[in-house]
């Protein structure tokens, strides 16, 4: 059975049973997966390993461009 298969029963169901509807599959995937990155980050930072990707929180340094002038 497929997961909409599943999710069309279980509407079904409610209906029935005078129930609110589940939610369709889907839609809290996008939460579940930013939950899921924070707890990892946090995790790394708990265990002192460096970050990678995601917002900074310190701005970057500028980098110098060599002292060779233009033209």
Not at 39 to 52: D, E, N
């Amino acid at each position: 059975m497929s997961s909409t298969q599943q999710y069309l029963l279980d509407a079904y169901r409610a209906r029935q049973l005078g129930e609110p509807a589940p939610p369709a599959p889907g839609t809290h995937e996008s939460r579940v997966v930013r939950e899921w990155r924070e707890r990892r980050r946090f995790r790394a930072v708990l265990a002192g390993r460096r970050l990678r990707g995601g917002p900074r929180l310190l701005p970057r340094r500028r980098r110098s461009r060599g002292s060779g002038a233009l033209g």
